[in-house]
């Protein structure tokens, strides 16, 4: 399996308001992935209980069967338009990081 965790910086000018609603509109939108996309195991996006210590305000932990399988993720045309609509417009920072786990996904 493939672990594939994104952590995204919400855009500084957005107002408060402005970022609590990016925030559940991306979690929603992610999550909305789920059973859409094949070899897509398991997704979700911490958007909630940030501690004034992190430097990150989104969190992607999405799990999938293969490395094959994310980078037909990458480009599912679901995917990218959940990414061009409701992501990449209110983010300014991404960091990613891939990995092949045994781990079984929750």
Not at 48 to 55: I, Q, Y
Not at 76 to 102: I, S, W, Y
Request: proline share 5%.
């Amino acid at each position: 399996m493939v672990k594939h965790i994104i952590l995204w910086k919400l855009r500084e000018e957005l107002s408060p308001e402005e970022k609590e609603r990016a925030k559940q509109d991306i979690k929603a939108g992610l999550e909305g992935l789920a059973g859409r996309i094949p070899g897509l195991l398991g997704i979700k996006v911490n958007v909630d209980g940030r501690l004034d210590t992190s430097n990150a305000d989104v969190m992607l932990d999405s799990t999938f069967t293969d490395a094959d399988a994310l980078r037909a993720y990458a480009v599912h045309p679901e995917h990218v338009r959940v990414a061009d609509g409701k992501v990449r417009p209110f983010t300014c920072q991404r960091t990613c990081l891939d990995f092949e786990t045994d781990e079984i996904p929750s």
